[in-house]
């Protein structure tokens, strides 16, 4: 629907963020494709992730007043969705957390703008979920509210139960998970790169074993 999902896969690709072969998951399963954002470790990577993630944030049509990124990933991330979106004609505030509470200076455990209003959750990806958790926790806290969770890829795929990590955050928080791409876009992706097709078969067949339609 949104030509933006197509080219972050393709970027993801030529970055080898996104790579094919066989990689082992934290749940055991042999995957026939790996994720690491992490790897998107350069100013220009960073300056394209960050207004993929404006885009997503935009096409959504999310209602949201601030931006917050967990520790650590999620700090480079929403600096930069930040000013991605400025570059949009939308400037919003933004903060992030630290690991351990600073005892002098400012003090307090979070860095940035004060949460308040509906704040927007940005990170890479949801695994256990437990970033998400302590980042939502710590937004209800301060008195603000969580109105949304936004990553770079959703595997759509079911965890320990049959609910995905997606839906599971869902289920469990009441908020929507926007992701800038799914296993499906990259499904069709693969399916139009002549280059690319030999991994579709693969990834088909994983999706078949563990996959979930989390809309």
Known sequence: MFNFRQDFIRFAVQKQVLRFGEFQTKAGRLSPYFFN????????????????????????DIPFDMIFGPAYKGIPLATGAAIALSEQGRNVPYSYNRKEAKDHGEGGTTVGATL???????????????SVRESIELIRAAG????????????MERGLGDLSAVQEVRENYGIPVIAIATL??????????????ANLDAVRAYRDLFGVEND
């Open 37 to 60: 954002a992490g790897l998107f470790n350069d100013g220009d990577s960073m300056r394209n992730l960050s207004q993929f993630y404006a885009q997503a944030i935009i096409a959504s």
């Open 116 to 130: 308040q209003g509906r704040v927007l959750i940005i990170d890479d990806v949801i695994s256990a979920g437990t």
């Open 144 to 155: 603000a509210e969580p109105c949304a969770v936004v990553i770079a890829l959703d595997r």
């Open 184 to 197: 499906n876009d990259l499904l069709g992706f693969l399916q139009n790169e002549p280059e690319m097709i």
